[in-house]
């Protein structure tokens, strides 16, 4: 990856770069179906081990991410019972948890936000006190049984108006509203974790790298703030952008919003052969052209999109549903699963190579500190492709303009300095790599 930096500021500027240890990275999982699976009779084996949990602990997931509806009298499942039982299994593997609202009674996702029914009469503010009682309530049960999750989606896949009576996919929001009901449940997280030993993050979620920043672009307009990470879903099936596209919006909303971000879901075929009758979601009609449906092609998927995060600034990957294999059990729509050929498992229960994605040798970032020398300029910002085109701000601290990015160690450099806004000045360009093990970079004279 080759990287242009313009620093648009009549000065001196310096790189230092330090080890990435200090930063979390998630290697995670939805297993919002294991609990049902288990009942179903669903078998898996990992080098012998047969328990879902156990398993996902063992290849290397540090997290994972379960849903939960409000009222779903469809199912038994996804209620707070179940998730109970899902996060008391996660954290006694050690791993981590992130709860999933969907603020319904049945799926929310990037096409239909449905109130649930017991709020569908409520005024505005009504919902929204709702919405954060609701929430409240939910952290707080799950606080008094020591099993408060360490993030927190208000809402799953939320591109369109929350809370809504109609699937109304591409219709205007109404941002006034829809930030009403989203800062309810983010002050609701915050006084939840308020006699916590846990504080949650919190993350707002919206599918498919081209709705993202212009859906955070309107939110922060909006007014909701108190927020901590971007989530985005991808999956090429119902997606515009290929690989190189969800490199450029993470790299875009991180540098543009300050937010650290998350592949929150994805998933790759590893075949077109089904299991069952019912129709799976995804196939080779929505294969890339370098990774094929096949054991290998998944696997490979699941290594490059992480490396893919990480090299343009995010955090993690979850995938979506690793363990949503097919089993005697029906669904609304047929016997089955949806997502067998899909799942980490083949058709006898055995795992399969991308199970273990969290274990492959990733190329871990070093944190880049980007400084020019305070001269009362009035032109704070520093732009290059690491950002995706954004100008950014830089912090003004101790006598110097500061931003800080983390990059993929030997990525190259090209920076310069200008006397004013504008193209790049001829006499201060400079061209340096990331170190490997971090350490300072000086470029030009040094700062006094």
């Known amino acids: 990856m080759k990287t242009h930096l313009l620093a648009l500021l009549p000065a001196i500027a310096l790189l230092t770069a330090s080890a990435a240890e200090a930063r979390d990275y998630w290697f995670g999982a939805d297993l919002s179906y294991v609990n049902e699976m288990k009942d179903c009779g669903a078998k898996y084996d990992y080098k012998g081990e047969t328990d879902a949990y156990k398993i996902f602990a063992q290849s290397g997931h540090n997290l994972v991410r379960v849903r939960i509806w409000v009222d779903a009298k469809w199912t038994p499942y996804s209620d707070l019972a179940d998730v109970e039982k899902t996060i008391a299994a996660a954290k006694a593997q050690g791993q981590k948890v992130l709860l999933d609202f969907h603020y319904s009674d049945d799926w929310a996702d990037g096409g239909k936000q449905l109130v649930p029914a017991a709020w569908a009469g409520l005024s505005e503010d009504d919902q929204a006190k709702a919405l954060y009682q609701y929430t409240l309530d939910t952290l707080n049960a799950l606080q008094a049984k020591n099993l408060m999750p360490e993030m927190v989606q208000v809402g799953n ?3 369109g108006e929350i809370l809504r009576t109609q699937p109304e996919e591409h219709v205007p929001i109404h941002w006034e509203r829809n930030a009403k009901l989203f800062n309810a449940g983010i002050k609701a997280v915050h006084d939840a974790a308020a006699d916590s030993s846990i504080k949650p993050e919190i993350m707002l979620h919206v599918a498919q790298p081209e709705n993202v920043e212009p859906w955070f672009a309107a939110a922060t307009a909006a007014g ?7 989530g985005l879903s991808y999956y090429s099936k119902w997606s ?7 490199a450029e919006a993470i790299r875009r909303v991180h540098a543009r919003f300050g937010k650290d971000v998350v592949v929150v879901e994805t998933g790759y075929a590893f075949t077109d052969e089904a299991a069952d009758r019912a129709h799976n979601l995804l196939g080779s009609d929505s294969a890339l052209k370098d990774y094929p449906v096949s054991v290998a092609g998944q696997a490979k998927y699941m290594r490059d999109i992480m490396q893919l995060t990480l090299d343009a600034g995010g955090i993690g ?15 609304r729509w047929a016997q089955g699963s949806d997502w067998e050929n899909a799942a980490f498992f083949d058709y006898k229960g055995k795992a399969l190579p991308a199970l273990e994605w969290p274990k492959a040798a990733y190329v871990w970032p070093v944190e880049v500190t980007f400084a020019v020398a305070d001269q009362g300029q009035a032109a704070q910002y520093l732009t290059g492709d690491f950002t995706g085109g954004v100008t950014v701000a830089m912090r003004k601290t101790g006598g110097r303009f500061v931003y800080q990015a983390w990059l993929r160690p030997e990525t190259h450099v090209v920076a310069g300095t200008a006397e004013s806004e504008g193209a790049l000045g001829d006499a201060e360009a400079f061209d340096v790599t990331v170190p490997k093990t971090g350490g300072p970079v000086v470029l030009g004279r040094p700062q006094s």
């Open 157 to 159: 896949e939320t591109n």
């Open 224 to 230: 909701v703030t108190g927020y901590d990470i971007i």
């Open 240 to 246: 515009k952008a290929d690989m190189n596209g969800l």
């Open 317 to 331: 990957v979850v995938y979506w549903e690793p363990a949503w294999v097919s089993t005697k059990c029906k669904t």
